[in-house]
């Protein structure tokens, strides 16, 4: 449509070019003495714009001519704009495929740009730590450390590098040049805690781990795993004396005294430095909120001394939970452990012997038949305690 209505145009202008030229009858004189030239308006007027059209083009032609090596420096800078992308896609999907080598050889093309360097620099790093080439990893970074705009990223880069190469304190560095600058988003929290948990730096660990759960960043399973980790390294170090695993518990907050595993794993550090008393209630507090048989086996091993009130008030407890749990054989075998040291020999044989009939586990079941040697060897039934010790050394061998 267009077309046909520049044609429809274009003839009648030329109608009315012809038509008012047909009819001028005027003429133009040019007087150059001694000469005198005369032609007709209408061949002025075609030689004129002639003469418009040769100076047209020939201004054009010279504007072309001095833009040139501008425009060639252009279709240079384009080129080297669509190899130097081309690269960053290439160097990008090669990391991707986990093609290390050509990942970093796309990135030193994509690097020849300078637009795409910082990443490039990034894409080639990680490409040669995959390839354990730590060296061109650490040029790669080094390439881009004073680029402020890729400061995060690099950052970022290096913490997840250095805590995958195994170097918490270097990686930790770089965590705190991070934090440094304001940044402290929850992907920058989750490498902090790798490299802290590889520093053994377990104070902090629990810290990172709290933050990570409030935010709901980190798996259940994990949380609860990281946490038993960290609880078992602070609790179970050789160097705590009564004191200093006191301090340690005083800092555990009380929701995390309640979960099974770390009160199990407390008392039995208590229990490890005669802090009988303080184990027993750990356990005490522990069993009411959540039953697990581990802190049950922790309260057995906090058993008082022989006529102790202590002693008298665990076997109250024990068998007020086994009205409530008559199955439990872990609680039965507590109960009659405690009632064998309290001698009551009568109560210790049910119990050892109820919890001897509902074991499951070949370690309660020699130290059921262990504990009903020991008591047939109190009472001086010597024929009963050499059977249940010989059953118990058939137990420790199956």
Known sequence: MRLLLWLVALMAAAIGIA??????????????????????????VVLLVLLFALVYVLVRTLKSTLKMPERVAAYRQRKREREGNKGLRDALKALFEGRFG??????????????NAGLAALIGARAAHRMREPSRRDAWLAGIAHDNALKTARLMTVTELLVDDHQPEAALE????????????????????????????WPEVLRLVRILDKRK?????????LRELAYEALLGEQGHDAESIRRV?????????????????AANAFNARGLHDEARAIAEDALKANWDERVVRAYREAAGPAGSPSLLV???????????RPLDAELALTLGSLCLRQKLWGKAQRYLEQALSDATEAAMVREAHLKLAQMHEALGQEQEAANHYRQCALASIL
């Open 19 to 44: 038509v008012t030229a047909r009819f001028n009858p005027g003429n133009v004189v040019l007087f150059y003495p001694p000469h005198r030239l005369d032609m007709s308006l209408n061949l002025f």
């Open 102 to 115: 050509h990942a970093e050889k796309a990135a030193m093309r994509a690097a020849e740009l300078p637009e």
């Open 174 to 201: 770089a965590v705190a040049e991070l934090n440094a600058s304001g940044q402290r988003h929850i992907h920058a929290l989750q490498w902090s805690m790798k490299a802290h948990q590889q520093a053994r730096n």
């Open 217 to 225: 960043a980190l798996h259940p399973a994990l949380s609860t795993r």
């Open 249 to 265: 518990w005083a800092g555990v907050p009380p929701a995390d005294r309640q979960v099974p595993y770390i009160a199990a794993r």
């Open 314 to 324: 665990q076997i109250e407890h024990c068998e007020t939970w086994l009205k409530e």
